[in-house]
């Protein structure tokens, strides 16, 4: 059983930086992708970035060119650099693991089975 556990939320002002961290716990490695999912109050949970067994990411058009996902070299880690935070931005942020060899493809949340139990992240203007 895969358990995920994410940290480093909080709150910054709107133009601001975090970098969340998702550690991956026990059977890993039939993982296909890793990906970040974000969830505002009154609002469905919807990808935000993954990356695939082979490196290949993937990004939501509202946050491209400002967040940056990337993995660990174990690859049981999985990181998300956020930049040039805006209030939009406000949300849970989860971490998921898909073994969907179609993962790579899409950020569709059911390709991802595994989830953790989410990092607060809030700007402010």
């Known amino acids: 059983q895969v358990q995920l556990v994410e940290s480093g939320g909080g709150s910054v002002q709107s133009g601001g930086s975090l970098r969340l961290s998702c550690a991956a716990f026990g059977y890993t490695y039939s993982s296909r992708c890793m990906g970040w999912f974000r969830q505002a109050p009154g609002k469905e949970r919807e990808g935000v970035a993954s990356i695939d067994e082979n490196g290949r990411t993937m990004y939501a058009d509202s946050i491209k060119g400002r967040f940056t996902i990337s993995q660990g070299n174990a690859k049981n880690t999985l990181y998300l650099q956020m930049n040039s935070l805006e209030p939009g931005d406000t949300a849970m942020y989860y971490c998921?693991?898909?073994?969907?060899?179609?993962?790579?493809?899409?950020?569709?949340?059911?390709?991802?089975?595994?989830w953790g139990q989410g990092t607060q992240v809030t700007v402010s203007s």
């Open positions: 998921a693991t898909s073994l969907n060899p179609l993962c790579g493809e899409s950020l569709a949340i059911w390709f991802f089975g595994h």
